[in-house]
């Protein structure tokens, strides 16, 4: 099973919309139509996002009708436009959208076709590494697993997120490989219900022993001594350690930090955001009332009802035990230790206020 | 709108699984059958539970062939067993099989029809004095409401929950009638969905304004200082100030301590379960597990998903700012202040240790 897929054709996705009822794909060939794709979720998981992202703008590289290099480069530019804003708050988009244009200008000497190639050829390079990023993550994270553990975890963090195992899923899948006795509380995750839907579908594939509960259910779980630890995936992270992530991670992370239980974050390197200081200080998306009114399709409240959605909500570093990254394990304070390691990372980029200084 | 209704032929109840979409009544004719409609949920919250149990014992007395006043209270015993065992949580139950029960045997010495008149008087002044409580809670209640509020509240505590106009809820609804600037923030509520099925419902008819959100969302809202204080029912309140209650309740009492929004509880005395020493002592129903994977009947999960589905957690007594009684509102320490409403209660039952002390 493969979330996203580049193919001679386009892309291919699969709508994690109709899962886990339905196994069915969307197919595109413009950049156009995986931003469309990426606002109605047809893909969602911050890492995935970065993965489908760089392939729309190599899709408007294969696609452009353009007479030379500068030509193209203007439209790639366009095409990663239209899909930075179809979602604002996972910062993985603009990552890859950045690395995929900065690697089309790089080439531009060499004319028209070395830039598509480029693009090309960084699109599928970010989907190989995250598909590494993620076995570092996961070994890394297995580390912090005791031999026997019942994990909590929320929203979905694993291949439906991301081009390999997964994130915080990953962690999970990792150290149930290497032979640690795991048992997953997964929580429904509403309103679009990706850990009732897509988490309980991947752990049923891996085999794992799970049980799912409501949104309600996690205080109850902790206070009757039946978490051990928490791990969840990042949409986004500051530079002092704040995690914006899934709506209702953040409340997790007060009842693990009550509990004295462990909260870990798992994410690759390309969702810290360096440029953002603090999680305040990042958009939060407000999504359609609908999904909250109507789950799948079925009306759960009288007509007319208001709904708030906001898609995500941000964890304050202090109630972060760790951030498990591809690079290494982040501890507090977080604002050296995500400094260093941004830092250390292959091609590693300046931490913002280090260029600013220098 | 009655959420259940004594009548000449039975018992009436408002079907409350059917809401919001459709108004449908239950006719009932036995304690058998009120007994099946309180674990099927036809009826619920802790108040009208104790309203339904009544009527249920009541139903037995009008329908009993027994020869003399003894036999007929043993019918009314057995009857009153069949509905405790229905749902173990709510205390109030328990408490209105008793007060029917006693009623009916304080009336063998005047025959078999003085029986039968007793329960049936005893059940319908449950029915009239929990109308009295809620005004009651309702009044003291709003004191404590700003003259602007962002009110959060859990699942159901309105009219579909009590013999009047609610406990929680009814504290919203006479803050909001004395002229006070309230906006409601309602969660779902899931698994059962009270809060955007039951309360929306309510509130729209009280035309209060009112926004729904996930279960996901509270800690978001409080975060970003969009709740002013929180109020909610109670199943059961333990001799210390601990609180059964709906499960998710604990979560909302554990983020507002640490956004220091207050916590009430509003709840009749009669769900001061005195016996009950502390909140960890009580049983916490675990109910069907499809509750979890099929809201409203829709497939959520994949196929041989388990699920848990707590249907009660414990907030205990240090993270609620005040209970709010039909007596008055207690405060901590909240062992000696619940004690003395109790004590002060017309009727007053004696505190349990004081009678084992005596």
Redesign the interface.
Known sequence: MRAIEWRDDGVRMLDQRAL??HERYVDVETAGQVADAVRTMVVRGAPLLGIAAGFGVALAARRSGAGGPGELVEDLERAGTAIVTSRPTAVNIAWAVRRVLAAAQRAVPGGLEAVRSAAVDEALAIAVEDEQSCRAIGALGAELVPDEARILTHCNTGALATGGIGTALGVIATAHQAGKAIQVWVD????L?QG??LT??EL?RLEI?????????????M?RGLVDLVVVGADRIAANGDVVN???T??LA??AK?HRIPFYVAAPISTIDAASDRGGAIE?EERNALE??E??G?????D???????AF??TPAELITAIVTDRGVARQPYRSSLRDLVRAAPGGRAWPWEAASA
């Open positions: 886990p009822h429904e995750t509403r309103p219900l009732a839907r309980a579908w049923k022993p799970m049980t799912l509960v409501s949104d309600t259910a996690p205080g109850s779980l206070a899934k709506v209702g953040y409340q007060v009842l009550r939060i909250v009114l789950p799948l079925l009306r759960i409240a009288p007319a009802t208001a709904a708030a959605n906001p909500d941000v």
